[in-house]
Nanobody, 120 residues
Framework: QVQVVESGGGLVHVGGSLRLSCVASGSISAISAMEWYRQAPGKQREFVVGITHGGSTNYADSAKGRFTIHRDNAKNTVLVEMNSLKPDDTAVYYC??????????????WGQGTQVTVSS
């Protein structure tokens, strides 16, 4: 089994910062990309930021210049530092990991999500 667990969400004022963490665990042979998505009420889930096993990053336009992603391959962990937060950043943030389980095939695994609320 593979589990993906997010943490670090919360309530912050406009202009504040939060750090989100995502850990993949279980019977894992390899992990490729790890990505963050978010879904605001009444809206579709959208890509925010991602990082490959080799450290290449990709940011949505909304995240560029404000969010920074880091990855620790030894710990199967990614961190996202979110700065200059805006009310539009309010959403449930989900982590997705592309994982090859031991003895299995590559699949996407999602976490349960963590709420980020930015108050004005």
């Amino acid at each position: 089994q593979v589990q993906v667990v997010e943490s670090g969400g919360g309530l912050v004022h406009v202009g504040g910062s939060l750090r989100l963490s995502c850990v993949a665990s279980g019977s894992i042979s390899a992990i490729s990309a790890m990505e963050w998505y978010r879904q605001a009420p009444g809206k579709q889930r959208e890509f925010v930021v991602g990082i490959t096993h080799g450290g290449s990053t990709n940011y949505a336009d909304s995240a560029k210049g404000r969010f920074t992603i880091h990855r620790d391959n030894a710990k199967n962990t990614v961190l996202v530092e979110m700065n200059s937060l805006k009310p539009d950043d309010t959403a449930v943030y989900y982590c997705k990991a592309e994982v090859q389980p031991v003895g299995g095939t590559w699949s996407d695994y999602w976490g349960q999500g963590t709420q980020v609320t930015v108050s004005s």
